[in-house]
């Protein structure tokens, strides 16, 4: 039986590093804003876009529907976001943050972009390396699907 060494396996360290980063950042809107990493990331979605369905949250964060709903259930009860029925097609939600989503999100931005500050910089010149090589590798896996059919 061929060995595998999963400290030396791409998708285990990456997923490791991800994991790291994300626990890392949490540090930020977890304690003062009792945040789960699933909420951050669709609470941030939604500020990206300004207004998205769950369905598409889902596909770009790569994040499963469930954890999604579950993120956006929370999220309104702290009623940081309001959904709205889509004009173009009733079955779908439109989300968009409410005034006080907008007004938390704003005072955590400011935050998470010193703390990637703070970890671009012990990375030193290596940030910018690490960055292409990033883009280089979601490029080819993005090429690899379209070869696929996947």
């Known amino acids: 039986m061929s060995e595998l060494r999963l400290e030396v396996f ?13 626990r890392r950042f949490k540090e930020v809107y977890g304690k003062q804003f009792e945040l789960s990493i699933p909420e951050w990331r669709v609470l941030a979605t939604i500020a990206q876009f300004q207004s998205i369905s769950a369905k598409e ?3 770009h964060s790569d994040m ?3 954890k ?3 993120s956006i ?17 009733r079955r779908e939600e439109i ?6 989503g907008r007004q938390n999100y704003k005072k955590l931005v ?18 910018s390396a690490i960055d292409a090589l990033m883009n280089r ?7 690899s699907r379209r070869v696929s059919g996947s």
């Open 64 to 66: 499963h529907k469930t």
């Open 73 to 89: 259930a929370k999220l309104e009860r702290r009623r940081w976001l309001k959904r709205e029925k889509n004009q173009l097609n």
């Open 10 to 22: 791409l998708p285990y360290r990456l997923s490791k590093i991800a994991m790291a980063v994300s």
């Open 110 to 127: 400011p935050r998470m972009r010193a703390l990637e500050e703070e970890l671009l910089g012990l990375l030193g010149s290596d940030a």
């Open 137 to 143: 590798l979601e490029q080819v896996l993005l090429d």
């Open 57 to 59: 949250i889902v596909k």
């Open 95 to 100: 989300l968009t943050l409410t005034l006080s």
């Open 68 to 70: 999604v709903s579950r």
